[in-house]
């Protein structure tokens, strides 16, 4: 599996961003996707996951009501609308898919498959 996001940049603080990821190659058995980032000096976190076939999704307290995330349309991509951005946002996001068959909501453990990275900057 490949993932390929876009959609990072930089935005004032209150601003919005889209960021969009796509996924190629064995997606057959892929149950949804999600999202991480990781700030300068600390650990990879999880921020968003969606499931397919149930469309449910979870996030993380810190951007619960902010973040919005869903699948694109029937295709294997996903996007993630946020609003509100803070400076604490800042940070390189990753998208990420599960291994075959497991569900993007049942933990960070899950995701086996990592695009390489989108740079959002949120200034004050």
């Known amino acids: 599996v490949q993932l390929q996001a876009s959609g990072g940049g930089l935005v004032q603080a209150g601003g919005s961003l889209r960021l969009s990821c796509a996924a190629s190659g064995r997606t057959r058995a892929m149950l949804g996707m999600g999202w991480f980032r990781q700030s300068p000096g600390k650990e990879r976190e999880f921020v968003a996951g969606v499931n397919w076939s149930s469309g449910n999704t979870l996030y993380s307290d810190s951007v619960k009501g902010r973040f919005t995330i869903s699948r694109d349309n029937g295709k294997v991509a996903v996007w993630m609308q946020m609003n509100s951005l803070k400076p604490e946002d800042t940070a390189v996001y990753y998208c990420?898919?599960?291994?075959?068959?497991?569900?993007?909501?049942?933990?960070?453990?899950?995701?086996?498959?990592w695009g390489p990275g989108t740079l959002v900057t949120v200034s004050s």
């Open positions: 990420a898919a599960p291994g075959e068959y497991m569900s993007p909501l049942k933990g960070p453990g899950v995701f086996e498959y």
